[in-house]
């Protein structure tokens, strides 16, 4: 496995995460009686809606969590990295229940896991992050401070990535393949389009331009040892391909070429997604092993990291907090929490910067199960106290 895919999943399912949020508060209907409550100004709708993203955009580039990131180092757990997803969701005033939050993690890895299938080559994995990038930096551009975290990340990806060989992204392709291969969410807009199968699995194209650097299959060519060309044969290569268009940019500024990675909800369309009858049979036997996971120390480490510096507000303060709603209607929603496996539910959690000991006890009983019982290793929470205070300025 690659030591070198954390920093690709985190920003492209951050990226995923900031479409369908910005999707969602743009076509939330708040009632009237709750606008007059907050603000007698016309439009602080949208200047919710921009809080927010702010908000999200600034906890996700933090400049000392995102050097932590960059490090080489093992890919995390799904568990750890969903925590983690919960909390940025929750670091601003918007709300959203178990069910939501359930569905939007969906949304997100699906969106992923399918870029990741279609990119024509392990390299442009790099061109869909920045796509994701460049829609992230358009969401804050009138805002100076956070467009210049945005740009310092921009200056890391370039600076690790783009030296790296084909084989170093192709490990870094199969890492990611390996974390979404028991994923088989169906979501709405991919089932209209016939590019997900009812069973959740992703139909692959047999026709399109080819990948950069190579030739449309069809052609076998014979040389002789002196490397002159004796012969040619054609062959049906089975599908409808096209030559290959440009390259992309790799750069700050530029064309990526490719359209994966953009933003698929900028058209407004119902989104659904529902569990497979595979998944969902096998999720109701799935069960967390019990074994001691070596990368717990790293988990923990990643989770206080982000978590450490900021306090979420309660969903009680009324004043201050609105909900959003992933479903069409609040009993879709109430459903879909009733119904949702144990298994792939995860509660969000809250922990106070100020409380170094305390926050790390919480983060130890969250990830219990990757740790062995009694085992209270002093470096793990020196690590964490340390983290911790790190982000208590945020």
């Not at 690709?8 to 995923?16: A, D, Q, R, T, V």
């Not at 989104?271 to 069960?287: D, I, L, P, R, Y």
Request: with cysteine; charged share 25%; aromatic share 8%.
């Amino acid at each position: 496995m690659s030591s070198r895919t954390l920093p690709l999943l985190f920003i492209n399912l951050g990226g995923e995460m900031l479409y369908i949020l910005d999707q969602r508060l743009r076509a939330q209907n708040i009632p009237a009686d709750k606008a007059k409550k907050v603000s007698a100004i016309p439009g602080w709708i949208e200047a919710d809606r921009k809080r927010v993203m702010n908000d999200i955009i600034t906890t996700m580039f933090n400049k000392k969590f995102l050097e932590e990131l960059f490090k080489p180092q093992e890919l995390y757990s799904k568990k750890a990295l969903r925590t983690v997803f919960d909390r940025l969701a929750h670091a601003s005033i918007m709300r959203l229940n178990q069910a939501s939050m359930d569905k939007l993690y969906d949304l997100m890895t699906m969106a992923f896991k399918y870029q990741v299938l279609l990119c024509p080559r392990p390299k442009d994995i790099l061109l869909v992050s920045f796509n994701h990038m460049d829609a992230i930096k358009d969401f804050v551009k009138d805002t100076p401070s956070i467009l210049s975290q945005v740009d310092e990340t921009y200056r890391q990806l370039i600076e690790m990535y783009t030296p790296l060989s084909s084989g170093e992204f192709q490990l870094i392709r199969q890492t990611l393949l390996i974390f979404f291969q028991d994923m088989h969410i169906r979501v709405s807009i991919f089932l209209k389009d016939k590019v997900q199968n009812s069973n959740g699995r992703f139909v692959l194209p047999t026709s399109g331009p080819v990948p950069h650097g190579t030739q449309v299959p069809g052609l076998i060519r014979i040389f002789s040892c002196t490397g002159e060309e004796i012969t040619r044969l054609k062959f049906n290569n089975g599908g409808n391909y096209t030559t290959a268009l440009r390259e992309g940019s790799f750069d700050i500024f530029g064309d990526r070429v490719t359209k994966l990675g953009t933003n698929m909800y900028s058209v407004s369309r119902p989104v659904e997604t529902h569990m497979s009858g595979t998944s969902k049979n096998s999720a109701q036997h799935t069960k967390v092993s019990a074994a001691p996971n070596p990368l717990a120390k790293e988990e923990l480490n990643l989770l206080a990291r982000l978590m450490g510096g900021l306090e979420v507000q309660k969903p009680g303060n009324t004043d201050t907090d609105f909900r959003i709603n992933l479903f069409a209607t609040d009993e879709e929603e109430e459903e879909a929490l009733i119904s949702r496996p144990d298994e792939l539910s995860y509660g969000v959690i809250n922990i106070q910067a100020t409380k170094d000991q305390q926050a790390n006890a919480e983060l130890a009983k969250i990830m219990g199960e990757f740790t062995e019982s009694g085992d209270q290793s002093p470096s793990v929470s020196n690590k964490g106290d340390d983290l911790l205070a790190m982000m208590d300025g945020l």
